[in-house]
């Protein structure tokens, strides 16, 4: 089924570990986000980008980072996981000259 | 600054029972407001977008509406599937946020058979 593939879905970390996430599309998109959700807080963007090669911050970028290096596949890195960096993260594209944005399931990330 | 706010937190109702979520905005240049429906463990999933004020658009029992500072999403005699989040977004025109959603926080509707 065409969509927004995130793996891995669920992953428990110990505070200082490293992991990425990663994000695929097939449906051509140019525009990649990455946003995570707390209780309370609603959706934040992280990451984004505007095309293959291109990334720009969000909202709320400190500690993570990203890579577009296909226009497929959105990766967000935590390269020393912090308890505060517990939450749920999305992935979601949109098309040129298209305002929609189609949404992954989600990753549910611990970090201990 | 771009900023989305949705009411109530959390909304019960009855089958059949109608009412309303709102979404006041305040954006720089208004380029579209976006309702999505969220599932529990689910990812946002899209229901509607409105451009202008006076659009109206609907789906099955829901309807959206907007106008100048707020939209609203009304749900005429809801059944228990259609218990979810509700979450508005708005997309600005420019500005730094330009191209991107900023989100609401959601209201929770639980509908009781």
């Known amino acids: 089924n065409a969509g927004v593939t995130q793996t891995p879905k669920f992953r428990v970390l110990k505070t200082g570990q490293s992991m990425t996430l990663l994000c695929a599309q097939d449906?051509?998109?140019?525009?990649m986000y990455w946003y995570r959700q707390d209780p309370g807080m609603g959706l934040r963007l992280i990451h984004y980008s505007v095309g293959e090669g291109t990334t720009a911050k969000g909202e709320v970028p400190d500690g993570y980072n990203v890579s577009r290096l296909k226009k497929q596949n959105f990766l967000l890195g935590l390269e020393s996981a912090a308890p505060s960096q517990t939450s749920v993260y999305f992935c979601?594209?949109?098309?040129?000259?298209?305002?929609?944005?189609?949404f992954g399931s989600g990753t549910r990330l611990t970090v201990v | 600054e771009d900023q989305v706010t949705q009411s109530p937190e959390a909304l019960r109702l009855q089958e059949g029972e109608s009412s309303s979520l709102n979404c006041s905005y305040t954006v720089s240049g208004l380029r579209g407001l976006f309702w999505y429906r969220q599932d529990p463990g689910k990812g946002p999933e899209f229901l509607f977008t409105?451009?202008?004020a006076g659009e109206e658009k609907e789906k099955e029992r829901l309807k959206a509406t907007l106008t100048k500072k707020e939209s609203f999403l009304h749900i005429t005699a809801p059944k228990p599937e259609d218990s979810a989040t509700y979450l508005c977004?708005?997309?600005?025109?420019?500005?730094?946020?330009?191209?991107?959603?900023?989100f609401g926080k959601g209201t929770k509707l639980s509908v009781k058979p």
């Open positions: 409105l451009y202008s």
């Open positions: 979601a594209s949109r098309g040129q000259g298209s305002d929609g944005y189609t």
């Open positions: 449906m051509n998109h140019e525009y």
């Open positions: 977004a708005v997309q600005a025109g420019y500005g730094g946020s330009q191209g991107n959603l900023i």
